[in-house]
Structure formats: C-alpha cells, structure tokens
C-alpha cells in the first residue's frame, strides 16, 4: 500500500483532516501529506501512505501552480477573506491595462514576509500561536521566486470593490494571500484572497486528483513511489551494487550508469533507496530494502 494519492481537496477542510480520512479509508495511520493547504483552499493535496511518506522531503520542494481570487479595496488579518477586515478604501476604476501591468512586475525573485496567520515556525512556535496570543514577533522575509502571473478573468467592481482571478506559477514556499497584499499594494490599495485552488504540485495536476468521495468508495487512484520519482534517474541493482545499497553503504559512481547529483536504485519493481552524488561516490539519502 505504499504510494501517493493526490487529493482534490474541497473548501472549509483542513490538511490534517483530508489525512484522517485517508487513514480511515485506508486502515493505516501513516499516512501524510506534502504541502499544507489552508482551510478556503481547493485543489492538489498530495498525500503520502505507508513507505511513501518517506518521499515528503524529495517533493516538498517542488514548484506549483494556482488559480487565485482577489478582491482589491480591503485588507484583512489573514491577508484572506476569512480574517477580521482591517482597511477599506473605495475602489472606483481599475482598468485591466494596470492590472496587467502591476501582474508583470512581480514575476521574478521576491521578498515575502509570512503572514502572521501560517504555520511557519519561530522558536518551535506557530506564527498563528503569536497572533491568537496577540504576541509580536519577529517575522524574516524569504525570498520566493514568481515564475509567472496571468489575470484570467475580467476585473468587476460593485460596490466600491474590485474583482478579478488570476494563474501563477511560483516556487515552494510563497504565500499567495501575501502576494495577493502585494498586488493591492502596486496598485495603491489595499487586498486580500477570496479564493485559491491549487491545479498543480511539482509533477501532480488536479487533472489527476481523487475525490474525497472516491477515496472513501474505494475509487481512488494510487501513485506507486517509483512513478512519483520518475524525474529520477533510475538504476536498476546489480551484482555488483545490491549488497552496498542494501546495507545502505556507498556507491562508487564507476558502478552507477548516470552523472545525476541523485538517483534512484529499485529491485524488480520497487524502490529501494535515494542516493545523492559525494565526490566519486554515491551516498545513501534514504533505503527502503524493508519493502523487497
């Protein structure tokens, strides 16, 4: 039962609760998953059973995608629509030549402060924990990567707001809420998400993404480990470099059939460890022999 089922995940869920229930459907509590999603997010929640949460740390680094709701003119605590409103500022015109404009500006590297509100940890502490406990704290920006923007509706405004969707494809670690306070920033007001679903994690589409239905019918689709790690070269053991893999030792990279900085080793099917390139050798990152 090792392997990944990506989630379609549905609105008002937490992560943690779309894994309990993976695990009741499943009969297993290892169960995990890759890249939390708040509770107004939908989309692509991958979910890792069994030996495969051991992959996490190889598809936590992953680029994703997401088609994201702003609503421009007021800004919350949250930075989204679930958070007390903080700021309003009557929205009357925004023509979709400066949205568009503004949107071109941000692709690239950024500086991104996380929201007060996020699971990001500050001396083994939630930032979420300090701002319940109305404590302040240090916050470090990051610096996340904006690969692409694109507004992919038109822009409503009623009622003294402004409204519009758009695609973006960014690297691990950015806050779309923040970029949504960003984009109102560029445009001299203040915003904050409305909505956001996740159509991508690394290799993963929602176009693959099980329901929460069929995850408990039993319909879902697993992914073995070997094809979530299909990015990988992959070398198969032989007489000369099973006994070293399966005892988790190094690899002399004469014996390997690939100059890749990590690799995969599997045995009739099934994967066994994940090298990474040291010097002339290759050294265990992680073994899954067990599961032979």
Known sequence: MDGIIVVNKEKDLTSHQVVNIVRRALGTRRVGHVGT?????????????????????????????????????????????TGTITEKMEVNSLSQEEVDKVLSTLVGDLEQLPPLYSAVKINGKKLYEYARANVE?????????????????????KDGLAKFSF??????????????????????????????TRVRSGKFKIE???????????????????????DFDQIELDNKTEKLV???????????PSSADM???????????IYEKNNFNYKAVRIWKQYL
């Open 167 to 196: 695609w973006t494809h960014v690297s691990k670690g950015t806050y779309v809420r923040t970029l949504c306070t960003e984009i109102g920033k560029r445009l001299g007001y203040p915003a904050l998400m409305s909505g956001l």
């Open 246 to 256: 399966l005892n988790g030792m190094m690899v002399p990279t004469n014996l390997v």
């Open 263 to 273: 690799i995969v080793f599997k045995q009739v099917g099934q994967l066994v460890g």
């Open 208 to 230: 693959q993404a099980n329901t929460i239905e069929e995850i408990q019918n039993g319909t879902y689709k697993m992914i073995s480990m070997l094809e979530a790690l299909s």
């Open 37 to 81: 999603l708040d509770p107004l997010a939908t989309g692509v929640l991958v979910v890792c059973v069994e030996g495969a949460t051991k992959l996490s740390p190889f598809l936590m680094t992953d680029d994703k995608e997401y088609q994201t709701e702003i609503i421009v003119g007021i800004a919350s605590d949250t930075e989204d629509i």
């Open 137 to 157: 704290v240090d916050r470090k920006p990051r610096v996340i990567t904006i690969k692409d923007i694109k507004r992919t509706s038109n822009i409503e405004i």
